[in-house]
């Protein structure tokens, strides 16, 4: 499959835009192995083939465990590898991914708020918008994965 534009070259000034975000995640609180969790949660949701493979590598290099990434998309049978506030935070990607359902569940919100404090949450939850606005991307572009 051959990619389509490069949307980085193509319109510079929206892609230099998405960058800043890219910075936003560098500078936030949230652990980076939590924020390569809902990247790699919600690419598998989304089906991102150059997502999953550039932030399954991220992880890896984070200290990641591969057993982790590879039961990340069955968590809920895989419950004692990941923490309680992974947990929260994996189900608070999938509901902000799966927006069409319902959305980030009252439950689920509540659930948070007893684990995180607002910036925190807040966190969460650009984390999850923003790797879903670069999933779109991705698949809209055919973006492709590495060869190496």
């Not at 960058?19 to 989304?46: D, F």
């Not at 200290?63 to 992974?86: D, H, K």
Request: with cysteine.
């Amino acid at each position: 499959m051959n990619n389509r534009l490069n949307i980085a070259k193509t319109d510079a000034a929206a892609y230099k835009a998405m960058l800043g975000l890219v910075t936003y995640l560098q500078n936030i609180s949230l652990s980076h192995t939590w924020q390569e969790l809902i990247k790699i949660r919600a690419s598998q949701i989304n089906g991102c083939a150059h997502c999953l493979d550039l932030h399954t590598r991220d992880a890896v290099k984070l200290g990641e465990t591969p057993q982790r990434i590879y039961l990340l998309n069955a968590w809920r049978e895989a419950l004692e590898l990941y923490s309680v506030e992974e947990q929260v935070i994996l189900e608070m990607t999938e509901e902000i991914t799966l927006i069409n359902k319902k959305g980030l569940s009252e439950k689920t919100y509540n659930k948070a708020k007893e684990l995180f404090t607002e910036q925190q949450i807040a966190e969460i939850i650009m984390t999850a918008i923003i790797i879903n606005s670069y999933n779109r991307i991705g698949i809209s572009t055919l973006m492709p994965i590495s060869r190496n």
